[in-house]
């Protein structure tokens, strides 16, 4: 699986993003979905997670209520809906792909995209 995050950008806190991860070959349906996070400085953490069917959905605290996954498996296609967008957000997200049953555990995900860039400014 090949993945391709994309959607990243400047906005202002309060402000909102859509990002979206695109992913190559047949067998999308058959994984749970992730996104990740790094801001400078800082170690890579788990942000949301989504099951192969969509049914069952995962938060970091530090982003729930604020942020919504979804997929599409029809378009072999995650997104990461994020609202209320506070500067420490800033960070570069990745999508990941998990043929398990979907986890905030970075050593669950067999397969990384590459990340875009979300700034937020104050």
């Known amino acids: 699986v090949q993945l391709q995050a994309f959607g990243g950008g400047l906005v202002q806190a309060g402000g909102s993003l859509r990002l979206s991860c695109a992913a190559s070959?047949?067998?999308?349906?058959?994984?749970?979905m992730g996104w990740f996070r790094q801001a400078p400085g800082k170690e890579r953490e788990f942000v949301a997670a989504?099951?192969?069917?969509?049914?069952?959905?995962y938060y970091a605290d530090s982003v729930k209520g604020r942020s919504t996954i979804s997929r599409d498996n029809a378009k072999n296609t995650v997104y990461l809906q994020m609202n209320s967008l506070k500067p420490e957000d800033t960070a570069v997200y990745y999508c990941?792909?998990?043929?398990?049953?979907?986890?905030?555990?970075?050593?669950?995900?067999?397969?990384w995209g590459q990340g875009t860039l979300v700034t937020v400014s104050s």
């Open positions: 990941a792909a998990d043929p398990g049953p979907g986890s905030s555990w970075y050593s669950a995900y067999d397969y």
């Open positions: 070959g047949r067998t999308f349906s058959s994984y749970a």
């Open positions: 989504i099951s192969w069917s969509g049914g069952s959905t």
